[in-house]
């Protein structure tokens, strides 16, 4: 009869134990890869931590003809609405450019906000949202100059039918190149998917 008890009494401080352990905390992972060309040879360093929801990259090149650096840095952070990417990127020639993006989520779908410095020290202003509603989408997304002057305009209107068909109304204006650069992976069109509305505009 006592080891019966001892062995209950051992099970449930087991599980009890069990049920209050903290998680497991995942430690940051870094990996770097390095290349050697006959031009030029370089790093790459990435660092993902899952705990605090970051992902860094450090990318460094050194050109062998005269020992001149470029360096590219991105830190991408999720934060309790949505995320924010900044990325620095200094040339060979010493002249700098970076980026800074944030989306935050809202019940329809998000808004974003971000600037672009381009090598010559000019400064854009991005703005957009997705607005998600029943059985469509719009996509806007419009990029301006310091002066507040609409560079760039991107805006998908998508739609499903009660027969399933998707149509998709685009209207762009100005560079869209550097429109899609303003984004965190630039403004793609996506298909429709499942649920009885059309995917994500791009």
């Known amino acids: 009869m006592r080891i019966l008890i001892s062995t209950a009494a051992l099970l449930l ?6 049920q209050t352990a903290p998680a497991p905390v ?4 870094t990996t770097t ?6 031009r030029a040879a370089g790093a790459a360093t990435i660092t993902r931590d899952a705990e605090a929801g970051t992902f ?3 990318v460094t090149v050194t050109r062998k003809s005269d020992g001149a650096t470029m360096t590219n840095s991105m830190t991408r952070t999720r934060t309790e609405t949505g995320m924010s990417i900044e990325q620095s990127r200094t040339g060979f020639d010493g002249t700098t450019s970076g980026r800074t993006h944030e989306r935050t989520r809202t019940e329809t779908g998000f808004t974003e906000s971000g600037t672009v410095t381009r090598r010559d020290g000019s400064t854009y202003n ?3 949202s997705l607005v998600r509603g029943e059985g469509g ?10 002066a507040g002057n609409t560079v760039a305009s991107r805006n998908v209107q998508a739609s499903r039918n009660a027969n399933g068909q998707v149509t998709r109304n685009i209207q762009a204006t100005g560079n869209q190149r550097l429109l899609r650069a303003a984004g965190p992976r630039g403004a793609r069109a996506a298909g429709p998917r499942g649920g ?7």
């Open 26 to 29: 995942e430690e940051p992972k």
């Open 196 to 202: 009885g509305r059309p995917g994500r505009p791009g």
């Open 13 to 18: 401080a087991t599980t009890a134990t069990a």
């Open 33 to 38: 890869r390095t290349f050697d060309g006959p």
């Open 126 to 128: 991005l703005n957009g």
């Open 137 to 146: 989408a719009t996509r806007d997304r419009v990029l301006t100059d310091g």
């Open 56 to 58: 860094n990259r450090d």
